[in-house]
């Protein structure tokens, strides 16, 4: 006799299936953005320890959190998404990076 594990969600219907499904990707979602969450205290953290040394450090410092302001009810205003790519334009074109190098920076940011 074997003793082959039973796959309980071949014996459900499809909406309990659906459901369990739910409830999975729900409970990877809460868990991914826990670990988010201590991501972003750590960073916070690590912010916080030491005033900038560089006008460059300043202005990522100011990126990072014109990034959390833009995530807002806030920041989605059309008005301040206009000032907002306007200040990390103004970064850009005064720090001399390129464009693209920003641009992912941004969406690692983002990623966070």
């Known amino acids: 006799m074997k003793d082959d594990p039973i796959v309980l969600d071949d014996h459900r219907g499809m909406v309990a299936q659906q ?6 990707r729900l409970a990877e979602v809460e868990a991914d953005q826990a670990t988010l969450r201590t991501r972003r205290t750590e960073l916070e953290k690590f912010l ?11 202005a990522e410092k100011a990126q990072y959190l014109i990034g959390l302001l833009a995530a807002t009810s806030v920041g989605r205003d059309p008005r301040r998404q206009q000032l907002i790519a306007g200040v990390l334009d103004d970064f850009r074109r005064l720090s001399g990076r390129s464009a693209a190098t920003n641009a992912e920076n941004e969406r690692d940011a983002s990623a966070e």
């Open 19 to 24: 459901a369990t499904e739910i409830r999975r």
């Open 48 to 58: 916080l320890v030491a005033p900038a040394s560089t006008w460059q450090e300043a």
